[in-house]
């Protein structure tokens, strides 16, 4: 063990101290300190904890500015416009978006992948077209496409992975070809922390003439991967996995794409002009943005994005980096633990099991101790079957996470097997 | 003398720290009759997403019929439980059964999480199970 703690302190990107604690004080329900309980909470890759300042934005919409969007000619109505379409200008400058109108606000990625396998995918594949995901994606970047591959005829293809838990590029460039209309990747995989050599992937994709759609859930906000940047066609993130609300995020795509789309649902806000014989529609973003928007969401998540910006992108993800090395050296020398998975780049997210200890015992043990991590299969059942696991323990990292949360899980896990022995 | 439920009651009690509870309900499961591997099918499993649960209720014949039941699951914890279950209920009258008060019981000894209505608690779905079959086993 002191091995290990002279190695955390001479991590310099590590948060400790002073500058952990001003991160942490910043999420009220992790505020509470040591001795009254502080929870340890390790599951920011199915939702993060929210900083007071995405509260105070979302809360100050409702009190000085809550009206309907795109409507009304009242100040009111115009102050929450303004601060909608702020919102959508802050997460077009995050993801480097070349224009504002390429910002679709949705639910989250859940629903990104919906709409671009419906509005985009759907009617563009038919039997003898093929579409290519991997072995990493979520059941979100999986079922999806599925439905639209029974709908249309198309085969869903699906590329390997190495038995460290990496993307098996052998294996996908072999099943990309002439036929695959798109790829749709995870740039992180949410249950072993593989990151996807996206700029690779694109690459290929493109060569074989292929749409590409990037699942940003577990990367937004943990490190700048620039997947527009590096071509990708759309890109979707989650706002609740980056500090952010519940129930909204964003798809970006080309504008070129968009503009060719039909509309995912019809209604109020997505239309130009509608008569009894036929409607005009709106130009995107509005074309798929019908109905009453998350207007309180989108506020909070473009004040998310200045937090990440106000906590460093590089800071931020140096630190999570060094708590992750952390964790897995910890883990690794803990007699009894076995880490499943061992990709050549990973991110914010480790899995691991006990050997003779059901996984949702441990959970439900460490729950006593105040710390939150998940198990189960993270909505990733072929991952993990290939893997050979059936449910694993999920560890993820945030920015209010520290070397203190990992002292604490480990004694917690010294706890789980002393009961168990 | 099997254990009945106010045995078990101070038993649980007893313990004013959660890792000895634990400790002693994960070797209640550890004592209960080998579950029959012929039930080991997808007729007796219970849904619960994390862990594998089985169950069997048996009816033995009479006036009123009582009940008995068989359980299983690859979580220890869930495994204890059950044994819990089984003190509760086996060899009682569905009209018995149906009256017991779970929540209050598991609240009292300090267990009422795992109670909780989650699609992914394959424990409470024993407990629905077990409700169920004494239902029908009333009305039949």
């Known amino acids: 063990m002191s091995e290990v703690r002279q190695a955390r302190t001479s991590a310099p990107a590590l948060w400790t101290g002073a500058r952990l604690e001003e991160v942490r004080s910043q999420f009220p329900l992790l505020s509470a300190s040591e001795s009254d309980g502080r929870l340890v909470y390790f599951d920011s890759a199915s939702t993060s904890q929210r900083p007071r300042c995405v509260l105070d934005a979302m809360e100050d919409y409702y009190t000085r500015a809550n009206a309907n969007v795109h409507r009304g000619l009242y100040g009111l109505a115009v102050d929450a416009t303004r601060l909608y379409e702020g919102a959508r200008k802050k997460i077009a400058s995050l993801l480097r978006a070349p224009r504002v109108e ?320 | 003398m099997p254990m009945d439920a106010t045995e078990l009651e101070s038993n649980l009690s007893l313990f004013e720290d959660w890792e000895e509870r634990y400790h002693y309900l994960i070797a209640l499961g550890a004592k209960l009759p080998p579950y029959p591997e012929e039930y080991r099918d997808d007729q007796h499993k219970v849904e619960g997403c994390i862990s594998q649960v089985w169950l069997r209720p048996v009816v033995l014949d009479g006036d009123p019929p009582r009940l008995e039941f068989l359980g299983d699951s690859d979580s220890a914890i869930v495994k204890g439980l059950f044994a819990v279950l089984r003190i509760l209920y086996s060899g009682h009258t569905p009209e018995e059964i149906l009256a017991v008060d779970l929540e209050d019981f598991f609240r009292r000894v300090g267990l009422e999480q795992h109670l909780s209505p989650n699609r992914r608690n394959g424990f409470f779905s024993m407990v629905e199970e077990i409700r169920r079959t004494a239902l029908v086993v009333q009305q039949s």
């Open chain 1, 102 to 421: 390429e910002v679709v606000f949705v639910r989250g990625v859940t629903e990104a992948v919906n709409l671009v396998a419906q509005s985009y995918l759907r009617p563009r594949v038919g039997p003898g077209d093929e579409i290519l995901i991997t072995l990493l994606e979520h059941h979100s970047n999986f079922v999806p496409w599925q439905i639209v591959a029974e709908q249309t005829g198309a085969t869903l293809r699906v590329a390997a992975i190495t038995d460290q838990g990496d993307l098996d590029l052998e294996d996908f460039r072999s099943k990309l070809s002439s036929r695959t209309r798109l790829v749709s990747v995870t740039a992180t995989s949410n249950a072993i922390g593989t990151v996807v050599p996206l700029a690779e992937v694109i690459e290929d994709a493109h060569a074989a003439g292929a749409t590409v759609f990037v699942d940003g859930a577990q990367s937004a906000a943990h490190g700048d991967l620039d997947p527009v940047g590096l071509g990708a066609d759309f890109y979707a993130i989650s706002g609740h996995k980056m500090y952010g609300p519940t129930g909204i995020g964003v798809v970006w795509g080309r504008f070129d794409l968009l503009s060719e789309m039909p509309p995912y649902q019809g209604g109020g806000d997505m239309i130009r002009e509608v008569r009894l014989d036929g409607v005009d529609f709106a130009a995107p973003p509005q074309l798929f943005e019908a109905g009453t928007p998350n207007i309180a969401g989108a506020v909070g998540l473009g004040r998310a994005v200045e937090f990440l910006e106000e906590l460093g992108p590089q800071a931020l993800v140096a630190h999570e980096k060094a708590l992750l090395e952390v964790l897995v050296r910890d883990l690794e020398s803990f007699e009894g633990v076995r880490i499943v998975g061992s990709p050549t780049h990973r991110a914010s997210v480790l899995s691991f099991v006990m050997e003779g200890v059901h996984a949702q015992d441990v959970a439900t043990l460490l729950d006593h101790e105040g710390i939150c991590i998940r198990v189960g299969h993270h909505c990733a059942q072929p991952l993990l079957h290939r893997l050979g696991e059936t449910a694993t323990l999920r560890v993820s990292v945030a920015a209010f996470n520290g070397s203190d949360d990992v002292d604490r899980l480990l004694q917690g896990l010294e706890r789980v097997q002393r009961i168990f022995r």
